[in-house]
C-alpha cells in the first residue's frame, strides 16, 4: 500500500500561478544548470549512439557483450568493445507519472512539483537543434499525450500543461464503495512508449515507482519486464522522486495515514517507538526493492527528494556520468546512483 500522511506543501509555492511558477522554475533551471547547458548532445546521459567511432577494450561488468568488436577482438586476442559517437540529433521521450500518490508532499515541494521540475531539467538539457521531445503522462482519466517536437515553445507549453493540471484526489474511503476504472498504471505507460519509440534516442521516466510493487520483494515489479524492453533499445533514466515522510514518521502523536489510490484510512500512534522503527525499516526496503529493480531492467537511476536540492542531484548525476563516459580504459570508475 502506499503510504501517505496528511500533511500540506509549502503554501507559498502552491499560491502561485502556473505562469509564475514556470518563471521561477526557468530561472532555477537555467541559473543552476547553466554550465550543463551546452546544447551539446552527450548533456544528460551520455552513452552509445549510432555513429562509429572506434573501439576499446572490454570493461567486465560495465559493458555489455552485444557491444562487442569481434574483428578486433580475434586481431588483438584482447576483448575490444565498438564506440559510437551520439547520434546527430536526439528524441527523448518523457513518461510523467501524474497518479495520486504524486501529490504528496512535505516540504517545499510536492511530488507532483518535483516532477515538473525534473521534466524541466530534461528538456533544457537535451534541447538542441533538431532534438526532439515528446511525453505521456499518466492521469487518473487516462494518458495525455504530447508528440515529439523541438523548440522552447514545445517544451513551455508541457511544463504549463504539468503545472496547471487539476490536482487528483483518492476517493472516498466507504464500504461498498462502486469500482471505479482503473487508471493506466505504469507499465501500460512504458507499453504506449515502446510501442511509439521506434528511434534509438533517451526514454525519461519520473515517478515514484510504487505501481504494482509486490510484497515479495523476490517477484519483479509489473512495469520492470517494460523497462528492460525499452532498455535494449534506448537508453533509460528512472528518475524516482521520494518524501521524507514516506520513509520515516515524526513522533508526534496520533495521525491519520492514507492510501492515495484507494482512498483507504488508518489511525496510527507515532509516539510508538517501535511503530517508527517498523515504518522506517518497511520503507528503506521498499526503496531497496525499486533501485534493485530499476538495476534489474538496465536503466540509470536518479533518485531525488522533496526536501533536497533537486538541481544539484541532478548536476552530480550528470557529471559522474561524464566521467563514467570519458573514463579511459583500464582506470577504475565510479559507479552512479
Given at each position: 500500500m502506499r503510504r501517505a500522511v496528511a500533511a500540506p506543501a509549502d503554501p507559498g509555492l502552491a499560491e502561485l500561478a502556473p505562469d509564475q511558477r514556470l518563471r521561477r522554475l526557468e530561472l532555477t533551471v537555467t541559473r543552476r544548470l547553466n554550465g550543463l547547458l551546452h546544447g551539446q548532445y552527450r548533456g544528460l546521459l551520455p552513452g552509445p549512439g549510432s555513429e562509429p567511432a572506434g573501439s576499446r577494450e572490454y570493461r567486465p561488468g560495465e559493458d555489455e557483450v552485444r557491444r562487442m568488436d569481434w574483428a578486433v577482438t580475434a586481431r588483438t586476442a584482447v576483448p575490444h568493445v565498438r564506440q559510437v559517437d551520439a547520434d546527430r540529433e536526439l528524441t527523448t521521450w518523457l513518461l510523467v507519472d501524474g497518479s495520486a500518490s504524486m501529490e504528496f508532499g512535505t516540504a517545499e515541494l510536492d511530488k507532483r512539483e518535483l516532477a515538473v521540475a525534473a521534466v524541466a531539467a530534461v528538456g533544457f538539457l537535451t534541447a538542441g537543434v533538431g532534438n526532439r521531445l515528446g511525453a505521456q503522462v499518466?492521469?487518473?482519466?487516462?494518458?495525455?499525450?504530447?508528440?515529439?517536437?523541438?523548440?522552447?515553445?514545445?517544451?513551455?507549453?508541457?511544463?504549463?500543461?504539468?503545472?496547471?493540471?487539476?490536482?487528483?484526489?483518492?476517493?472516498?474511503?466507504?464500504?461498498?464503495?462502486?469500482?471505479?476504472?482503473?487508471?493506466?498504471?505504469?507499465?501500460?505507460?512504458?507499453?504506449?512508449?515502446?510501442?511509439?519509440?521506434?528511434?534509438?534516442?533517451?526514454?525519461?521516466?519520473?515517478?515514484?515507482?510504487?505501481?504494482?510493487?509486490?510484497?515479495?520483494?523476490?517477484?519483479?515489479?509489473?512495469?520492470?519486464?517494460?523497462?528492460?524492453?525499452?532498455?535494449?533499445?534506448?537508453?533509460?533514466?528512472?528518475?524516482?522522486?521520494?518524501?521524507?515522510?514516506?520513509?520515516?514518521?515524526?513522533?508526534?502523536?496520533?495521525?491519520?495515514?492514507?492510501?492515495?489510490?484507494?482512498?483507504?484510512?488508518?489511525?496510527?500512534?507515532?509516539?510508538?517507538?517501535?511503530?517508527?522503527?517498523?515504518?522506517?525499516?518497511?520503507?528503506?526496503?521498499?526503496?531497496?526493492?525499486?533501485?534493485?529493480?530499476?538495476?534489474?531492467?538496465?536503466?540509470?537511476?536518479?533518485?531525488?527528494?522533496?526536501?533536497?536540492?533537486?538541481?544539484?542531484?541532478?548536476?552530480?548525476?550528470?557529471?559522474?556520468?561524464?566521467?563514467?563516459?570519458?573514463?579511459?580504459?583500464?582506470?577504475?570508475?565510479?559507479?552512479?546512483?
Open positions: 499518466l492521469r487518473a482519466d487516462g494518458v495525455r499525450r504530447f508528440p515529439a517536437r523541438s523548440g522552447r515553445t514545445h517544451l513551455l507549453a508541457l511544463l504549463r500543461s504539468l503545472l496547471a493540471a487539476p490536482r487528483v484526489t483518492a476517493p472516498p474511503d466507504r464500504p461498498g464503495r462502486a469500482p471505479t476504472a482503473r487508471p493506466p498504471d505504469l507499465a501500460d505507460g512504458l507499453g504506449a512508449l515502446h510501442r511509439i519509440a521506434n528511434r534509438r534516442g533517451l526514454v525519461v521516466v519520473v515517478s515514484d515507482f510504487l505501481d504494482g510493487l509486490p510484497d515479495d520483494p523476490g517477484e519483479a515489479a509489473p512495469w520492470e519486464r517494460t523497462m528492460r524492453r525499452l532498455a535494449v533499445r534506448h537508453q533509460v533514466l528512472a528518475i524516482e522522486v521520494t518524501d521524507p515522510r514516506e520513509l520515516e514518521l515524526p513522533d508526534v502523536g496520533l495521525i491519520t495515514l492514507v492510501d492515495p489510490e484507494t482512498g483507504r484510512h488508518r489511525e496510527v500512534s507515532t509516539s510508538d517507538r517501535r511503530l517508527r522503527e517498523r515504518y522506517a525499516e518497511a520503507a528503506a526496503a521498499q526503496r531497496e526493492q525499486v533501485r534493485q529493480a530499476v538495476r534489474r531492467s538496465g536503466a540509470t537511476h536518479l533518485p531525488l527528494r522533496t526536501d533536497g536540492d533537486w538541481s544539484a542531484d541532478i548536476v552530480r548525476h550528470v557529471h559522474a556520468q561524464r566521467r563514467l563516459a570519458a573514463a579511459p580504459s583500464g582506470q577504475p570508475r565510479g559507479g552512479a546512483a
